[in-house]
Protein backbone atom coordinates (compact mmCIF):
# COMPACT_ATOMS: atom_id res chain seq x y z
CA UNK A 1 0.00 0.00 0.00
CA UNK A 2 1.61 3.32 -0.94
CA UNK A 3 0.63 6.75 0.13
CA UNK A 4 -0.20 9.30 -1.53
CA UNK A 5 1.81 11.65 -2.14
CA UNK A 6 1.12 15.31 -0.48
CA UNK A 7 -1.01 12.97 1.87
CA UNK A 8 -0.60 14.94 5.67
CA UNK A 9 -0.26 12.04 7.97
CA UNK A 10 0.60 8.25 7.55
CA UNK A 11 -0.30 5.48 9.64
CA UNK A 12 2.64 2.91 11.10
CA UNK A 13 1.77 0.49 8.14
CA UNK A 14 1.91 2.96 5.51
CA UNK A 15 5.56 4.17 7.15
CA UNK A 16 6.81 0.28 6.57
CA UNK A 17 5.91 -0.12 3.22
CA UNK A 18 7.22 2.93 2.40
CA UNK A 19 10.43 3.53 4.33
CA UNK A 20 10.84 -0.03 4.98
CA UNK A 21 10.95 0.67 8.85
CA UNK A 22 9.40 -2.52 10.59
CA UNK A 23 6.01 -2.08 12.75
CA UNK A 24 8.14 -3.52 15.71
CA UNK A 25 10.26 -1.04 15.20
CA UNK A 26 8.55 2.17 15.70
CA UNK A 27 6.64 1.02 18.25
CA UNK A 28 10.19 -0.11 19.89
CA UNK A 29 10.95 3.35 19.12
CA UNK A 30 7.86 5.20 20.62
CA UNK A 31 8.07 3.00 23.64
CA UNK A 32 11.93 4.39 24.33
CA UNK A 33 10.76 7.87 22.77
CA UNK A 34 12.96 7.89 20.19
CA UNK A 35 12.66 8.22 16.50
CA UNK A 36 10.63 10.08 14.40
CA UNK A 37 7.91 12.66 15.75
CA UNK A 38 4.32 11.12 15.76
CA UNK A 39 1.12 11.93 16.59
CA UNK A 40 -0.75 9.46 18.94
CA UNK A 41 -4.29 10.45 18.74
CA UNK A 42 -5.82 7.48 20.49
CA UNK A 43 -4.02 4.52 22.08
CA UNK A 44 -4.50 2.84 18.64
CA UNK A 45 -4.22 5.76 15.92
CA UNK A 46 -0.76 6.98 15.27
CA UNK A 47 0.37 9.29 12.55
CA UNK A 48 3.51 10.49 11.25
CA UNK A 49 4.10 13.18 8.67
CA UNK A 50 6.75 12.64 5.96
CA UNK A 51 8.32 15.53 6.71
CA UNK A 52 8.98 14.14 10.42
CA UNK A 53 10.46 10.99 8.60
CA UNK A 54 12.63 12.64 5.91
CA UNK A 55 14.08 15.02 8.64
CA UNK A 56 14.79 12.07 11.36
CA UNK A 57 16.41 9.93 8.70
CA UNK A 58 18.35 13.10 7.32
CA UNK A 59 19.90 13.40 10.74
CA UNK A 60 21.09 9.61 11.12
CA UNK A 61 23.06 9.90 7.78
CA UNK A 62 26.54 8.23 8.25
CA UNK A 63 29.57 9.41 6.87
CA UNK A 64 32.07 7.14 5.38
CA UNK A 65 35.77 7.10 4.55
CA UNK A 66 35.02 7.52 0.90
CA UNK A 67 32.92 10.99 1.62
CA UNK A 68 35.64 12.10 3.93
CA UNK A 69 38.18 11.88 1.10
CA UNK A 70 36.07 13.30 -1.48
CA UNK A 71 35.71 16.41 1.03
CA UNK A 72 39.81 16.93 1.57
CA UNK A 73 40.85 16.17 -2.07
Not at 18 to 33: E, F, M, P, V
Request: aromatic share 10%; hydrophobic share 25%; proline share 7%.
Amino acid sequence: MKYKKGKPYLTPKEVEDNYSIKLDTLAHWRCQGKGPRYFKLSPKMVRYRPEDLESFMKQHLVRTVDQCEDLEG
